[in-house]
């Protein structure tokens, strides 16, 4: 299996599960902004392509894994009308903002959120029939441990798509993202969400986390087939498709 680097946000004695789970609680209220200033409003295409992959499939059950402030949950139930949708998270604080989200919407009687770790969730083999993760994959304490725990939900023929942020692979990208991850990110993070670490630290994971063919891989190794991958615009986003055999 491929070894993947761990990269911690506050870099202390504690588990990586239990920085990223203190981490998202203090940044919860804040996520949200946060997200649309970083990608510039890009977050909301990236999220339709996922919406649109997962609707493709027609999915009657599906598992949103960190699940955040509900976004991804919320987006699959208002395009599918005939799906339930079960978010998980490890950080109660970003799930009272989900469940915020939800109660506003009649869409979110369809979805159901509760705390969990996504790589060892407790819910029963095969419940899923498509399962979604946004921004997540980098977060989990053993990426390989969270599609094991991914293919194991999934009934037999369902999908799992995966949206991720990425480097650009373009040359003529790199600099200028360089440059803005390295400089205006982490002071946003720091003036508007009040935890610079936090950011600094959402760089450095997507820099450590496999990305394109070897992530690939790795949802291979799983169990998976069809893995594949399609970068989104500008190049920082990228959106993992894979399926669990029909037999």
């Known amino acids: 299996m491929n070894k993947v680097e761990q990269i911690n946000p506050y870099e202390d004695e504690r588990s990586k599960k239990a920085q990223v789970e203190d981490m998202f609680d203090g940044i919860a209220p804040a996520y949200d902004l946060m997200n649309r200033a970083m990608t510039f409003g890009l977050d ?67 979805v159901d959120f509760a705390a969990a770790d996504c790589t060892a969730t407790a819910l029963p083999d095969a419940c899923c029939d498509a399962l979604t993760v946004a921004y997540g994959v980098r977060n989990f304490a053993d990426i390989g441990a969270g599609y094991s725990e991914m293919y194991r939900l999934l009934r037999p023929g369902g999908m799992v798509a995966v949206l991720e942020l990425s480097v650009p692979a373009s040359a003529l990208l790199r600099p200028f993202y360089a440059l803005y991850t390295r400089t205006l990110i982490p002071i946003a993070g720091r003036l508007v969400a009040g935890d610079r670490k936090a950011y600094t630290y959402l760089l450095d994971s997507i820099k450590a986390a496999p990305q394109r063919a070897d992530m690939c891989r790795l949802m291979e190794e799983a169990g998976f087939v069809d893995a594949r991958y399609r970068s989104l615009v500008p190049g920082a986003c990228i959106l993992y498709t894979a399926r669990k055999p029909s037999q």
């Open 44 to 110: 909301r295409l990236w999220l339709h392509a996922l919406v649109n992959a997962v609707a493709g499939a027609a999915p009657a059950d599906i598992v949103d894994m960190a699940t955040g402030t509900g976004d991804v949950a919320l987006a699959l139930a208002r395009a599918i009308p005939s799906a339930h949708i079960t978010g998980l998270d490890i950080s109660e604080g970003m799930l009272a903002e989900a469940r915020r989200k939800a109660a506003a919407v009649p869409q979110g009687k369809r």
